[in-house]
């Protein structure tokens, strides 16, 4: 279905059928994930950020609105993950890169530092996303707070 005129999202001027169009299962994940108590992000299969939870926020430091749409790894560095002995935790290794690359779960418990400077050792678990057996579309990523 395509809507016709203009109008402006984000600043950016669209005609109706310039819109990117999100996939279903992204859209029907953010649906579940808006109705959680448990922190949750997802991501499409680019690796973009495209929605966290209001429970998310006081892990990542910061409402979804202010931060936007964002890259996964951005995102994770931004966080400075390390093991519990310290050592920097490589971005191929978190969770959620591993269900991007690798199209399969992942779980890790690791130290992070929120955007707000609190450290915190938090429970990340990342899930593949498929609209069908061959169609990856994203990640689910649910993280807690240990």
Known sequence: MRSEGLFRLGGIRFRGEDVPQKHLILILARELASNLATPTLIADEGG???????????????????????GIDELGAS???RTREGEPLAQED????????QRRAAHERIWITSRDGV?????????PLFAHADEFVGAMVIFWRE
């Open 48 to 70: 973009r950020v495209v929605f966290y939870n209001e429970a998310a926020e006081a892990v990542i430091g910061g409402p979804f609105a202010e931060l936007g749409e964002v």
């Open 79 to 81: 966080f400075s993950p």
């Open 94 to 101: 978190l969770p959620g890169r591993v269900v991007l690359d």
């Open 119 to 127: 450290e915190r050792e938090v429970s990340v678990t990342g899930l």
